[in-house]
């Protein structure tokens, strides 16, 4: 035989044995289509009031081509999407099999399970004003047996009886003061005037007090009713003072009482960042008894959880359930601004500032965000990449955060239901005085009103650009800015382009309709035969 020959025969004898090896078996190596596993169809409108027909010209292809590049960009999820004339479209989304459905089914009711032995605040916040007897009672059952959980609710007891013990008898003496002012005035004396010196008044000894009482004009008949007001005022004072310390004030102690509660509940961030770690990892393990031993009185759920987890995770994918395809699909791309809090500014608090990274470091960025401030993902892998002077960064489960702030006249939002302010587009520009890169942005009228607000109440201060949610860029503010503003830094070329792109991005015109107006499951078909017969025809 030729020796060549035999070379090329051994070869492809290999290749074979290594493509059966890798295909085998074959309804775990390969990926079904819909037409193999199944799967749900679900058909979306596009909203487009206010749009022209201009702007209505297949306007389905082109928010496919976005969504696309957002939730599938390697193509590798056999998702199938159709236009459907030009303001609705198609996803065909293939089943997961049904091994994973059902071990990923297991895993959500374990850590559901877990979760719900979670004590809700408010409800230990209520207990608080029941009768002791009664609230002795709830804060054991609360503490679960632990005794360290119950010293922390006994504190914050007695840190809530105190204040308020201390707020009636300012109160109390507060309503005394204005009783004690209309004698004054009935006497004949300057309250203002005598309001003026009390504070002076209060720190002196009794003889000096008498003594100012006679030299303040008028107050020779009315000597007693000066020293009584001005020792009700000391008494006021200082219970003021006992609230208000920011060292060691009632209040401090109560708001520090109320935090040590953060640690009762365990957050779905929390079991998910430790889940997320590179299976059998020295630090999965270590986090996990950090976790156990946080909670002990949970141990035997969480070890319920990380095997259920650890079952599912050989058959995990990135889109497992119609549910995480609408989940991707909500809010994609939303452009959004924020001014950031900075450490140094009069205006910010830095305990409070501590306080939420403290919180994000232990429960994660959902459970640490409020009404006030909201934790928002930065789109780094190294947090030097963020150049935000001052900024308040945290970090949670290898992943990093900024803290942005949620007040009116500091955030540019849209609606829950309505998109009604939009940005026109992003190109690239060139800064006028230095001739840096920049880039250039035009907003519509609406947006121009509500950028020019904001703006104009934040010179000087840090605004975030956030694109569905993760913040991308966070430039200082110059001026106000109406309808036309410009984005500047240090930006190399590509950086520039890869901004406009997703600024563009988020500036579609028009946003999907949040749920989807048909969802469908479709059988299997003859697909499963096809492969087979393919194979064994191969």
Known sequence: MDKNLALKLILIVVLVVVAAWTLYPPDKTLKPGIDLAGGTSLIYEIDTQGLDSEKKRELSSRMITVLRRRIDPANIQNLVWRPQGGTRFEIQMPLASAEARVKRQSF????????????????????????????????????RGSAERLAILETLGTAYDERNSLRENSDELFSKLESMEAELTEGGLDVEAVKARVSRWAVLDEESLTEAAQDFLGGEGNVELLTEYVKTYAEWAEAVDGLTDPDTGKNVEYKNARRALDGFNLTEDQVNSCLDMSPKSAKRIRAIE?????????????????????????????????????????????????????????????????????????????????????????????????????????????????????????AILHGAETRDWSLKEAQPGTEPRTGRRAIDFQLDDRGGRLFSNVTGKNIDKPLCIL????????????????????????????????????????????????????????????????????????
């Open 290 to 410: 950090v976790l156990k031993a946080a909670f002990p009185d949970r141990e035997e759920k969480i070890d319920k959880v990380v095997a259920a987890f650890d079952e599912y995770y050989p058959f995990r994918g990135r889109l497992d359930d119609p549910k995480d395809l609408q989940r991707m699909l909500k809010g994609a791309g939303i452009l959004e601004f924020r001014i950031l809090p900075t450490r140094g500014d009069p205006e910010v608090d830095a305990d409070e500032m501590a306080g939420y990274v403290e919180l994000l470091q232990t429960k994660g960025p959902k459970y640490a965000s409020d009404s006030k401030y909201v934790w928002c993902e930065i789109e780094i892998e190294n947090i030097s990449e963020w150049k935000v002077p001052n900024s308040i960064v945290g970090q949670f489960a290898n992943k990093y955060y900024v803290l942005a702030s949620n007040k009116t006249d500091e």
């Open 108 to 143: 959500e009711e374990a850590r559901s399970d877990l979760l719900a032995e979670n004590v809700n605040p408010a409800v230990i916040m209520r207990s608080l004003s029941k009768p002791p007897e009664k609230r002795t009672e709830d804060f054991e059952r609360f503490a």
């Open 467 to 538: 694109l569905d949610g993760i913040a991308i860029s966070a430039p200082n503010i110059q001026s106000r800015i109406f309808t036309r503003g410009q984005i500047t830094g240090n930006f190399t070329k590509e950086e520039v382009a890869d901004m406009v792109n997703k600024l563009n991005a988020g500036s579609l015109p028009a946003r999907l309709i949040e749920q989807p107006i048909s969802v469908k499951t479709i059988g299997p078909s003859i697909g499963a035969d096809n492969r087979d017969a393919g194979i064994k025809a191969g």
